[in-house]
């Protein structure tokens, strides 16, 4: 029957599309005031954004209330001269910058890896079809009713083992183990049985390494006599998806070093909590305007890198596992059980095919745009049927095709009939005359 429903919402709630999209030519105002899906949002969920306003504020009442008042001149001791800080801020913004270059290389490592996973459900949806097609319907040898049956279940079995286990590590990956939940959604979207789903339960590994297995025993079951001949294409490719999840795993099991995330934590601590001191010391408000900006921005630097070190969850940035699934679901089902049977030449009829049609070399892009020969690419485009002169190197539309198709029979005849040397010289001298 395929898959019940495609609700993107309700299925795999933890999954949620968490990628915002937006325009790159928006105003630059709007897009600098956002609040939802940035950093912004993120630092006003942290205590210490808060932590650090406080004693800012903290710090600047008690300066225009008089009671830090000494200290803003350079002779007290707790005057802090702005000119000490300069090296101290430019080793802050070198590692802060250079923990957010590795998390966001991390990040496009750990996409490369997912989506390039996720094509090979496209790509064996194709190999099902080509290894274990569906009978042509003239085929009465083959096309017995209970023959299309197993051939298309065992399409489909395997297809649902892929795409399930595809789900049951991303569950992994978001949890470490798959809940009872979660295995509920999986077997109301018909990508698991319930005795699957208890079977699975009671495994001592990882969920989704057997089910990929259980694809390719799937698979060597049904190619039956060709299973030598075909079962490498299988598994080729569930040899790539495994070979995916394990660098996706190892990835995310071995973040940044703890001693540069600790150095890092450690200068933003010292730089907010001096900021926070030195710029309460002006009468001006505009410093309070400054320091949270400033804090803002570094702050949120850092947690944009940790949402970065690990798309797999429910931050701003996490990958959309879930709309990418979907699609790649959806696109697959759709192909797998296409009936286009009827549209596809056969091989007796190749020979009646049209010639495609090609631009003049160097002339691809000379085209008018109004031409209604050609309405998808609006060019005007040429016979390849007609001849190349050596000469000229280009299409020339006065040789005589009828011409060209005698000659050709001729060769083959008399390649045919003379034979050796002789037919040669005559295949030879038929060419010479006819060119």
């Not at 299988?234 to 703890?258: C, E, L, T, W, Y």
């Not at 702050?299 to 931050?315: N, Q």
């Not at 049977?341 to 049609?357: K, T, V």
């Not at 006065?398 to 060769?411: F, I, Q, W």
Request: proline letters at 6%; a negative charge; one cysteine or more.
């Amino acid at each position: 029957q395929g898959p019940r429903s495609w609700p993107a919402a309700s299925f795999c709630v933890f999954l949620l599309i968490m990628v915002f999209p937006y325009d790159p030519n928006q105003n630059m105002f709007v897009a600098g005031f956002t609040y939802t899906h940035t950093v912004v949002e993120l630092c006003f969920q942290k205590l210490e954004f808060w932590m650090l306003l406080a004693v800012h504020l903290f710090a600047a009442i008690l300066f225009k209330t008089g009671h830090l008042d000494a200290e803003s001149h350079k002779h007290s001791i707790l005057y802090l001269p702005w000119s000490l800080l300069g090296i101290l801020v430019a080793l802050t913004s070198f590692f802060i910058v250079f923990y957010t270059n590795y998390c966001f290389s991390r990040y496009l490592e750990l996409y490369e890896y997912t989506r390039n996973m996720l094509a090979q459900l496209m790509e064996v949806t194709q190999e099902l079809r080509f290894r274990m097609p569906i009978p042509f319907p003239e085929d009465d040898d083959k096309a017995l009713p209970e023959h299309e049956s197993k051939v298309r279940g065992a399409r489909r079995a395997i297809l649902r083992y892929l795409v399930a286990s595809m789900y049951l590590f991303f569950f992994y990956m978001s949890g470490n183990d798959v809940s009872e939940n979660e295995y509920q959604q999986l077997i109301n979207q018909g990508l698991l049985y319930v005795e699957e789903k208890a079977w699975l339960e009671n495994f001592p590994g990882h969920p989704h390494s057997i089910v990929l297995d259980f694809a390719l025993q799937v698979a060597s079951e049904a190619l039956g006599p060709n299973r030598n001949r075909h079962i490498r294409a299988f598994s080729r490719i569930a040899n790539f998806i495994r070979r995916s999840q394990v660098q996706i795993d190892d990835q995310i099991k071995m973040p940044m070093p703890f001693q540069i995330f600790h150095i890092v934590s450690l200068m933003l601590t010292i730089n907010f909590t001096l900021w926070a001191y030195g710029m309460g010391m002006y009468q001006t408000s505009i410093a309070t305007i400054i320091f949270f900006f400033t804090l803002l921005i570094f702050l949120g630097m850092k947690e944009l890198s940790a949402a970065l070190a690990d798309p797999f969850g429910d931050d701003v940035v996490d990958f959309p596992l879930n709309a990418w699934l979907l699609v790649y679901w959806k696109d697959c089902h759709y192909f797998l059980e296409a009936d286009a049977i009827s549209l596809i030449q056969r091989p007796e009829n190749f020979e009646g095919a049209e010639p495609l049609w090609v631009p003049l070399p160097g002339e691809e892009d000379e085209y008018d745009a109004n031409s209604e020969s050609t309405p998808f690419l609006g060019g005007t485009f040429y016979d390849p049927r007609r001849a190349l002169t050596p000469a000229q190197g280009r299409i020339d539309s006065g040789v005589d095709l009828e011409a060209k198709t005698r000659m050709y029979a001729r060769r083959r005849g008399a390649g045919a009939g003379a034979g050796g040397p002789e037919g040669a010289q005559a295949e030879q001298a038929s060419s010479d005359s006819d060119d």
